[in-house]
């Protein structure tokens, strides 16, 4: 591929956090320019942890990685204009900050009548919302953990916050596609409640609620309506294994020589075992079934058995150790390049998961310093002097890294 | 907006479960047109739970949703001829189907050169994974759950295949723009286990493990590096509330009566309390000063004064309660429908939660019935006879509804 997808995209983001800056950065990895602003200093989450040893936030570098930066006194009329025009210029802009005033879609409307602009809001009604209070409210936590549990478990990983991200970057270009072919822009928002919603609703919750009249209940570390579930080593690592698809599951009581247990549970049970909903109806004594055998084996002959017949498992690990001893989470994995990154250092970077014939789209850049290409996007994007831009920094309207 | 975002995209998906299946569904829901095609008699995830007392599948109907749909014998050349000449005529395929024989892109590219192709795997290796088997390897459920809880917990919520959904929608539109700007297809594959390993990446768990050395500990309910956690009131309700943004935190503090309090941890403790990570620092003595007033107070009255001061909270709601109490999930929200899906019944449905001038951009509509749409689609897309179809049929080549 000789230009990326997103050759020619550019794209102005105005954000903090997770949703918004890892949608624009999704698009930064696809080839778009995406120039994000801050306020000078740093936005609300320039120093969100985790944090080096130095200060430097990992975060924040994780999440805008291959942006351009620009920083600008956001309480300046001039900056307003400033961003304003570098918006028109780009005919695109994305942001979760409020979208009113300079940054209301009819006032920039007014400057790129074409503009396809999203915002992304907590609740529809623009009411505060995070993929925290979102979560809890969604029905998640209360059925998660062990099946005895009593307390919700909320999820460390900010699912909604990440979904979110990329339903706005697809968003931005299906506007960007509309607009191609009709000339029209597109104001466009996405509540990170909504993105829950619908999520709740393609999972089949809310008419299993309405339809069916049944709460959810917790069902621990299992797969929900068909096989799979955690086990122990003889070497006290914990596995996932499933047994979802028809090979799937074949294999598995293959390499665990359970089928003929597997066979007994189906007849004692009057169970269907070739359908994955009885799998679930019995999926204890099946479990009781297959742990002897994983029990009886250090990891390394359990995965090297699993291997052998295709089963379909995971190890269980802990961040570092995925890290340190998974070879999908290293440059032996396409996906990764090690990246230095100012400030922090060298580290294990990824591009776009997307694969283009197998390989990497475009090649993983770091995240910007603070301000690092205000210079260069005042003068080659908007055109200003060399004397304007220092004007610019004397009055402190912008500021460099 | 006269005609939808992705009025004139045509996508053949081959899929089956979450990710694939949602991802067509979110191009289907800005306006596309996408026919999936199964084999007679339905895929791996036709009869998937929850089901309804009369065996139809709602996990089918949530992640198919205005999808058309063709059902042949997958077996059959002639069928795969068929379908050949469909995906040459959309030119977009989208598939979590193995990618190869008639199905590999070199052979698909035979009869469209620019062919737009996506296939999602589970490794980039092509070797299976699932999102089970994928969440345990990255780290998250080892971070899930209470501080001293020992076991992994995994999650419920099948996130990955939901990221792993949309980031395929979006690489689809922009391959299309792509090739609408230089005339050339493309070649996609996006592992599950990739998506995961950019999300853990994003997040800074890898440079966290690489540069700092240190592994994320759990930190139950509470969120990481600023404030947030659960709570309960004064009638057994559990809320989360939040205080991650200076706004954030001084209306918790304010509508919690916390203030002095506050104050005094700071200074006892030697921290800034305007910095996110000294509130996190700090965060079990500041839950301890805030945890009384709601406490002491019912539900509604919590409820009124968070709302009256702008406090971003949540409240803990199972899917039931969601459903039947959350005014989000109801026809109050532009966001849902009461949609008739044939053979389950009538329940709320949404649309895309891409809100454009605040409104839904297509109006959602049920998934189809296995096989509805085969004779309008080999009559329009393939221009074949009613002689020629009926034969189709007699040969069981391809099946209706």
Known sequence: MDVPLLDGLQLIEGSAF????????????LGADVIRF???????????????????????????KGKRSIQVDLRSPEARELLTALIAGA??????????GWMAPETLREHRPDLVMLAITGNRDGSTALDYTV????????????????????????????????????????ADRHRLRTGDGASMSLALSDVALVAVSALGHVA?????????????????GAYGTDFLTGDGERIYAVGISPSQWSRLIEATDAADAVAVIAAEEGLDLDHDGDRYAAR??????????????????????????????????????????????????????????????????????????????VEPEPAPVLGQHTDEILAEELGLSAAEIARLHDERVVAGS
Chains 1, 2 share one sequence.
Not at 38 to 60: C, F, K, M, N, V
Not at 91 to 100: D, H, I, V
């Open 18 to 29: 997770v949703a918004a800056p890892s949608g624009g950065m999704t698009l930064a990895q």
């Open 38 to 64: 801050d306020q000078i200093g740093g936005g609300l989450d320039h120093r969100r942890w985790p944090l080096t040893a130095e200060g430097e936030s990992i975060y924040w570098a994780g999440l805008n």
């Open 91 to 100: 005919g695109s802009f994305l942001t979760n900050f409020p979208a009113r």
């Open 135 to 174: 979560n809890c409210a969604v029905g998640f936590p209360a059925a998660t953990g062990p099946v005895d549990g009593g307390e919700p478990i909320n999820h460390v990983l900010p699912a909604w916050d990440l979904i979110c991200g990329q339903t706005a970057a697809l968003a931005m270009l299906a």
């Open 208 to 224: 299993e609620a309405q339809i069916n009249g049944t709460e959810r209940a917790r069902h621990g570390n299992d797969v929900y």
């Open 284 to 361: 204890d004594r099946i479990s009781a079934a297959i742990a002897p055998w994983i029990a009886a084996r250090p990891l390394a002959a359990v995965g090297a058995r699993f291997d052998e017949l295709g089963v379909c498992w995971g190890r269980y690990q802990t961040f570092t150790q995925l890290v340190a001893e998974d070879p999908r989470c290293s440059t032996d994995n396409e996906l990764f390049r090690e990246v230095d990154q100012t400030g922090i250092g060298t580290y294990l970077t990824p591009g776009s998961p997307v694969a283009i014939d197998g390989r990497l789209p």
